[in-house]
């Protein structure tokens, strides 16, 4: 096996980095503001709820918190407090626990159970078995997601970050989780026929499907939770929802956000979320559709979705536009996947070295932080934990470890 710190020219730099951010972290504290702080608040949901009724006297609404966004972005603090996000605490138990695996310090599995105990005492309430959902009233365009409500787009990180660590360090607590969770997503996880082989699900128990990322989620989830509980039913639900996402790939190897005709943007974090999903299922089942549909979405994802300097760009699509130019989340999903990609898309890992040179080039703050987007104008270095903080140290982490592992 290599030695630690001999594997590329960015292994060094990154483990430099994960140090510093590892010091920045303990310092600022485990809550942060968010890109919907904005709109938490009970002024940026009354704004937010009238942008979606009645358009024209919403524009008027949000168009100084949108301002904000752009040239003050610190603002963000007047319209909601800091907050506790169990999306991001599964990251950081994942980016700690690849810590622990890279270096085998005990500190860092003991950072990386500490974000474990922080979920449990964050599970959504009022539900038989474990879920997650975000911890603000989130305003979108069929209506209000209330505090709590558990959400396939969030429970399936802290699946990820419970296997990891029942794998690092196995305990009966732990299992117990991770079998609680998937009977979650098999039960209240609703299903929505759309062929004789597929079928969307709901985003939340309490909605109707048609989400790719949703469904891809659910696939991955199912697929993993047969293979490691030894539920056959699982896989049976998990390929339906694998061929909705597969069935509604574009020509161009595209994926819509939604089959509603309505949100009908590609984006490059949603687009790193389905091939992501498709990656770990086809890394379990050998799937050969899958492989197929893998391929065609990765050859589309780098002619589209990158700017001209070999970095992500936001949109290949765009619903509305934005205030910014580049975002953090965009780019450590970029890593995640290309670390994921890069055996079976060749082409994938020379994205992954100019991408993590460009982080290191011009995204790390003096205190050790990342910079969360580039903004039109400027930076907006307002750190969100939620909003590529621990995404990014995650997958930077995730990297470090695959360097180490490599043949």
């Known amino acids: 096996m290599k030695s630690d710190l001999e594997i590329s020219v960015h292994t060094l730099p990154v483990a430099r980095v994960l140090e510093r951010f590892t010091a920045w972290l303990q310092e600022y504290g485990e809550t942060s503001w968010d890109h919907q702080s904005y709109f938490a608040g009970p002024v940026g949901r009354l704004a937010k709820s009238l942008y979606y009724r009645t358009p024209g006297l919403g524009i008027v609404a949000v168009a100084p918190m949108i301002f904000s966004e752009a040239f003050i972005p610190s603002a963000r603090r007047?319209?909601?407090?800091?907050?506790?996000?169990?999306?991001?605490?599964?990251?950081?138990?994942?980016?700690?626990?690849?810590?622990?695996e890279t270096w085998s310090r005990t500190e860092h599995l003991s950072r990386a159970s500490h974000f474990l105990d922080e979920l449990i005492r964050a599970r959504a309430p009022g539900f038989k078995d474990y879920c997650w959902g975000y911890p603000f009233d989130w305003v979108t365009r069929n209506g209000v997601i209330t505090s709590g409500t558990p959400l396939i787009t969030s429970t399936p990180y802290?699946?990820?970050?419970?296997?990891?660590?029942?794998?690092?360090?196995?305990?009966?607590?732990r299992q117990r989780v991770l079998e609680s969770i998937a009977r979650h997503v098999r039960n209240e996880i609703r299903d929505f026929r759309t062929s004789n082989r597929g079928s969307s699900c709901s985003y939340s128990p309490f909605d109707e499907g048609g989400v790719l990322n949703a469904a891809a989620y659910r696939a991955f989830l199912l697929t993993s939770a047969s293979r490691e509980l030894g539920i056959e039913e699982y896989l049976y639900i998990a390929e339906r929802n694998l061929y909705f996402v597969l069935e509604a790939?574009?020509?161009?190897?595209?994926?819509?956000?939604?089959?509603?005709?309505v949100r009908?943007?590609?984006?490059?974090?949603?687009?790193?979320?389905?091939?992501?999903?498709?990656?770990?299922?086809?890394?379990?089942?050998?799937?050969?559709?899958?492989?197929?549909?893998?391929?065609?979405g990765a050859d589309y994802y780098r002619k589209h979705l990158f700017s001209s300097d070999g970095l992500p760009k936001p949109f290949s699509r765009a619903p509305r536009m934005t205030v910014y130019s580049r975002e953090l989340y965009d780019c450590a999903e970029c890593i995640n996947l290309c670390v994921l990609l890069k055996?079976?898309?060749?082409?994938?890992?020379?994205?992954?070295?100019?991408?993590?040179?460009?982080?290191?080039?011009?995204?790390?703050?003096?205190?050790?932080?990342?910079?969360?987007?580039?903004?039109?104008?400027g930076w907006d270095d307002v750190p969100m934990h939620r909003w590529g903080q621990s995404q990014m140290f995650r997958s930077l982490a995730y990297y470090l470890w695959d360097s180490k592992h490599q043949n």
């Open 78 to 100: 007047l319209f909601h407090k800091r907050t506790r996000f169990p999306i991001a605490d599964a990251h950081y138990a994942m980016g700690f626990a690849y810590l622990y």
């Open 158 to 173: 802290m699946y990820e970050a419970f296997l990891q660590l029942n794998k690092i360090d196995p305990k009966p607590e």
């Open 249 to 261: 790939q574009n020509p161009d190897g595209s994926w819509y956000y939604a089959v509603d005709g």
């Open 264 to 296: 009908d943007f590609v984006d490059h974090f949603h687009t790193c979320f389905v091939l992501k999903a498709l990656a770990k299922i086809h890394s379990i089942t050998g799937n050969i559709d899958c492989l197929s549909a893998i391929r065609r």
């Open 343 to 377: 055996d079976r898309v060749p082409e994938m890992g020379s994205v992954l070295n100019t991408v993590v040179g460009g982080i290191l080039r011009d995204w790390i703050t003096p205190n050790g932080s990342f910079r969360t987007r580039r903004l039109h104008l």
